[in-house]
T-cell receptor, first 114, second 115 residues
Framework: AQSVTQLDSQVPVFEEAPVELRCNYS??????LFWYVQYPNQGLQLLLK??????LVKGINGFEAEFNKSQTSFHLRKPSVHISDTAEYFC????????????FGTGTSLTVIP | ETGVTQSPTHLIKTRGQQVTLRCSSQ?????VSWYQQALGQGPQFIFQ???????GRGNFPPRFSGLQFPNYSSELNVNALELDDSALYLC??????????????FGPGTRLTVL
């Protein structure tokens, strides 16, 4: 069975400071990894995804994430955050070959302080 | 290109009632998945439909059921509603091939409140 752990439920950070949101997963098979963002009262928007290849993945809005297979992690980073980055962030995993069934973490609430 | 749409936006029901939520997948997408997102939690996988057949189910009781139609739109039905069913219900669609094959595209959700 798969599980996704987002280690920080809330992350406050000052505007223009760097941020890292942590995600660890457990799975016995190869996986695809995703980060989604959710603004209040909205659905989920894809930030970035890792399917294969380079372990450093770049996404939208200046976000990037690094897949570390040995540590089963997929941490999200941004070098300089903006007020508009305040939102809920979800890490998700799906097993290769199982038909796109996603398993999500419990989310990290990022608050950017002016 | 129209994205995933869901209806209604909000819904209030009472315990024991039945509810039907609807989802129109993104053009060209033949797989639809449904998720339940309780307040303060991550989305939980309910089930997935591919070509009108259920293609995987999460840990939800049988009173959660679904349908997929030939145009790939989908319905989620919940019978005998319980207070804990109050949540945001998200629908997501996936394309059959291409660079976004392994991705899920989410709709805005339906907020269900059970009183």
């Amino acid at each position: 069975a798969q599980s996704v752990t987002q280690l920080d439920s809330q992350v406050p950070v000052f505007e223009e400071a760097p941020v890292e949101l942590r995600c660890n997963y457990s799975s016995s098979v190869s996986v695809y990894l995703f980060w989604y963002v959710q603004y209040p009262n909205q659905g989920l928007q894809l930030l970035l995804k890792y399917l294969s290849g380079s372990t450093l993945v770049k996404g939208i809005n200046g976000f990037e994430a690094e897949f570390n297979k040995s540590q089963t992690s997929f941490h999200l980073r941004k070098p300089s955050v903006h007020i508009s980055d305040t939102a809920e962030y979800f890490c998700a995993v799906s097993e290769k070959g199982t038909g796109n069934q996603f398993y999500f973490g419990t989310g990290t609430s990022l608050t950017v302080i002016p | 290109e129209t994205g995933v749409t869901q209806s209604p936006t909000h819904l209030i029901k009472t315990r024991g009632q039945q509810v039907t939520l609807r989802c129109s997948s993104q053009s060209g997408h033949n797989t639809v998945s449904w998720y339940q997102q309780a307040l303060g939690q991550g989305p939980q996988f309910i089930f997935q439909y591919y070509r009108e057949e259920e293609n995987g189910r999460g840990n939800f009781p049988p009173r959660f059921s679904g349908l997929q139609f030939p145009n790939y739109s989908s319905e989620l039905n919940v019978n005998a509603l319980e207070l804990d069913d109050s949540a945001l219900y998200l629908c997501a669609s996936s394309p059959p091939f291409g660079v976004s094959y392994n991705e899920q595209f989410f709709g805005p959700g339906t907020r269900l409140t059970v009183l």
